[in-house]
């Protein structure tokens, strides 16, 4: 397959992240927005409005359109497994929002599919591509706090009722899969594969409403904590929650080891801080490696995509190391219905490398 570029690219699903993603794919060099399909008509037409390109009536249009070499697929989460699917199928490389698939089955077809047809398929979350997160990185990489053996990652997400008008959704796949996926994939990326996990999971509130006062349930649990077992020898501890966001602990991730401790003040954002300490000292700032992007470039993941394919590189958001977070996923779950049995892991994945201006 002949690829140009810029690299022709359709956003397929206009929800509320489009905007993020769309504003900053259209400072991207590598990268030509054509258009945007969605469902609903009215919100292409909106994104081609704000954003420019033109609006496609179907995904098979999209599909059918030669200009088209990328597909950044913002669709619900229910629906990122037939979208990507029948993309692959196309002939189109793919970028997806998380999850990859909603079970570790799934995302393996997926992961076969795209090798099969020697088509590129990364997939979000890749906010441990940020400033503050490569930074962290970096002092892990020259062991600044020498072997690490202990690991705690928090997600207090809050209700998502209180902000978003269609909440039930994020209810239906629970808050370990909308963004404890966060927190998972940036120690997996830096620590490298998991090996086995244990956890529980609680319904903390179950009723609920939304901003216009309609009743619903959550369909999953809404708490979850579980302790994970690394390949590298490291034991983490995550807790997410759809409950609270109250918490001091917010989205933190902290990494310990023999000589001290290394925290990430939040798991998404680019500018964040990062402390580092000798063990009994108090924790001091680490300077980050360069400013940090304010906020989230929810995005970088699809810029270092199109720049791996135009460079024949590795792209660092892979498809094999969303499916071993899935797979993490898919284990909690079962851990949980089995009263906290410890479950074993069997995917691996490449880490991916440090960004360039990283290393």
């Given at each position: 397959m002949s690829i140009r570029f810029p690299l022709g690219t359709v956003v397929v699903g206009c929800g509320n992240i489009s905007h993020a993603y769309a504003g900053a794919l259209k400072t991207y060099g590598d990268?030509?927005?054509?258009?945007?399909?969605?469902?609903?008509?009215?919100?292409?037409?909106?994104?081609?409005?704000e954003f420019g390109g033109q609006t496609y009536a179907t995904l098979d249009a999209v599909l059918a359109d030669p200009a088209v070499a990328l597909v950044v697929n913002l669709t619900i989460h229910h629906a990122h497994e037939e979208v990507i699917t029948r993309c692959l199928t196309a002939g189109k490389h793919v970028h997806s929002e998380k999850p990859l698939a909603l079970s570790y089955a799934a995302a393996k077809r997926l992961v076969a599919l795209a090798n099969r047809r020697r088509l590129r398929l990364s997939s979000a979350p890749a906010t441990y591509l940020g400033e503050a997160q490569q930074t962290l990185a970096r002092e892990l990489r020259r062991g600044s706090i020498g072997r690490v053996r202990l690991v705690y990652a928090e997600m207090n997400h809050g209700r998502i009722e209180t902000w978003h008008p269609n909440p039930a959704p994020f209810y239906d796949v629970g808050p370990l899969w909308d963004v404890g996926i966060y927190p998972l994939t940036l120690l997996t990326a830096f620590l490298g594969p998991a090996r086995a996990v244990a956890a529980q999971q609680r319904l903390l509130?179950?009723?609920?409403?939304?901003?216009?006062?309609k009743a619903f349930r959550p369909g999953r649990p809404e708490y979850v904590t579980a302790t994970l077992d690394f390949a590298g020898g490291a034991v983490g501890r995550l807790t997410c929650n759809f409950y609270t966001n109250g918490s001091k602990q917010g989205a933190t991730v902290e990494f310990h080891g023999d000589g001290g401790s290394l925290c990430l003040g939040n798991v998404f954002l680019f500018n964040t801080t990062v402390e580092r300490c000798a063990y009994g000292s108090p924790l001091q700032p680490v300077p980050l490696i360069r400013p940090g992007y304010e906020g989230v470039e929810f995005a970088r993941g699809v810029r270092d995509l199109?720049?791996?394919?135009?460079?024949?590189?590795?792209h660092r958001a892979?498809?094999?190391?969303?499916?071993?977070?899935?797979?993490?996923?898919?284990?909690?779950?079962?851990?949980?219905?089995?009263?906290?049995?410890?479950?074993?892991?069997?995917?691996?994945?490449?880490?991916?490398?440090?960004m360039d201006w990283a290393q």
């Open positions: 990268i030509a927005l054509l258009g945007f399909q969605d469902l609903d008509p009215s919100r292409a037409r909106a994104m081609a409005a509130l179950p009723e609920r409403r939304t901003k216009d006062g199109a720049a791996a394919i135009k460079e024949n590189r590795p892979s498809a094999a190391h969303a499916a071993h977070v899935i797979e993490i996923m898919d284990a909690i779950d079962a851990s949980s219905k089995a009263r906290g049995a410890r479950v074993a892991l069997r995917s691996k994945f490449t880490p991916p490398a440090p």
